[in-house]
C-alpha cells in the first residue's frame, strides 16, 4: 500500500465540487476510488478500466460523481458535485493489473493503493 498519491481534497460546504486526482502505475488496468468514513468499513465508490470505455459508480454518488482517466497524462480524476455532509471520508486512489472487460468494483481485488486524501463537507 501506499505506492499511489491522491491530490485534490479539502473542505468545502455542501452543495460544492472538488476534484481528486491520482496517478496510476504504467501497468494499471482498473483503477478504482474508495471512501472511508471514521468508525466505517472502506466502501466502494468508483471505478474505470484501461480505456475508460467503463466505469461504475456507487449508488450513494451516481448522478454527483465522475470518474475519468487521461491516457496521455497519465491520470485518474474523480469529479465531486453537488456534495453532502454525507460524503466526507478519507478518498483512496486503487489501481490493479488484474483484467476484466468491466471495470472492477471489489475492494480485494485491488492490490496498491495511496495513502488517502480527506474530505470535509459541511452543512
Known amino acids: 500500500q501506499g505506492q499511489l498519491e491522491e491530490s485534490g481534497g479539502g473542505l468545502v460546504q455542501a452543495g460544492g465540487s472538488l476534484r481528486l486526482s491520482c496517478t496510476p502505475s504504467r501497468s494499471s488496468n482498473s483503477m478504482g476510488w474508495f471512501r472511508q468514513a471514521p468508525g466505517k468499513e472502506r466502501d466502494f465508490v468508483a471505478c474505470i478500466n484501461l480505456n475508460g470505455a467503463s466505469t461504475s459508480y456507487a449508488d450513494s454518488v451516481k448522478g454527483r460523481f465522475t470518474i475519468s482517466r487521461d491516457s496521455a497524462k497519465n491520470t485518474v480524476s474523480l469529479q465531486m458535485n453537488s456534495l453532502k455532509p454525507e460524503d466526507t471520508a478519507l478518498y483512496y486512489c486503487?489501481?490493479?493489473?488484474?483484467?476484466?472487460?468491466?471495470?472492477?468494483?471489489?475492494?480485494?481485488?485491488?492490490?496498491?493503493w495511496g495513502q488517502g486524501t480527506q474530505v470535509t463537507v459541511s452543512s
Open positions: 486503487a489501481e490493479t493489473r488484474l483484467y476484466d472487460r468491466t471495470c472492477i468494483r471489489a475492494i480485494g481485488d485491488y492490490f496498491t
